[in-house]
């Protein structure tokens, strides 16, 4: 069986808005960049709706734990996120980020270090064309948890034989990510485990990707109030 490596990782997420005028006749059009936004900040049990506002405006409501929005198309600047209880005034995060031109970007409400600060987490998104019958493959660590290792399988068999599984990544820390290009036809294992220890939090099976589709697999919550899991998304090549 041939080995691969993989990926990790480094999962409210937010700017969303209508950031349109008029170019005169003749001027450079300012430089824009693709941006996704998810919500991967599990603090209650109904979904932890939440506002989000840029730049003073609220752009979303009611946005839902696990939820993604876009691709937004944004001219290249900083943007002062608000992130506010759903309804309320209360204010969860408020971050500055800054977006350059001509790139795609996730960006994810949750935790931004292993001691459980909230914030928002931005990740470059690899949308290079891939092979016929094979699909990108990308882990984000934003969970408030420590550096882990990740181990990469086929599944089922790597379930009934674990020495099949191989360490793909060691020592990623939160803000990490990292990708791999894999056969659509198969299926997979991914363990993360606290680095250096058998501990796994949390494994998942079955794992599959689409051709010529980037599947966003991030790592949130916090072990401490038993919430860590993963949430996804995807986008076509």
Do not use: C
């Amino acid at each position: 069986m041939k080995r691969s490596r993989f990926l990790l990782a480094g999962l409210l997420a937010i700017v969303v808005g209508v950031f349109g005028s008029l170019t005169p006749a003749g001027a450079a059009t300012a430089p824009t960049s693709k941006v996704w936004v998810t919500h991967g900040l599990p603090l209650d049990a109904n979904g932890t709706k939440v506002d989000v506002y840029v730049d003073g405006s609220k752009v979303l409501s009611n946005f839902a734990f696990g939820d993604t929005a876009g691709p937004l198309t944004l001219p290249a600047a900083t943007y002062d996120i608000q992130i506010k209880l759903a309804g309320t005034d209360t204010t969860a995060i408020e971050q500055k980020v800054a977006v350059p031109g001509g790139g795609n970007f996730s960006v994810v409400a949750s935790y931004v270090d292993a001691a459980g600060k909230l914030g928002l987490n931005v990740f470059a998104n690899d949308l290079s064309q891939t092979f016929p019958f094979t699909g990108r493959l990308a882990l984000h660590h934003a969970a408030a948890a420590p550096a882990v290792d990740v181990d990469l399988g086929l599944y089922p068999l790597s379930r009934w034989f674990p020495a099949l599984k191989a360490t793909a990544v060691r020592g990623a820390e939160n803000g990490a990510q990292a990708a791999l290009v894999v056969p659509s036809f198969l299926r997979y294992t991914a363990d993360v485990r606290l680095a250096g220890t058998a501990t796994n939090v949390p494994s998942l099976d079955n794992v599959k990707v689409t051709a010529r589709t980037l599947t966003n697999v991030y790592v949130v919550g916090n072990p401490a109030t038993g919430t860590l899991q993963t949430i996804s998304s995807t986008i076509r090549l």
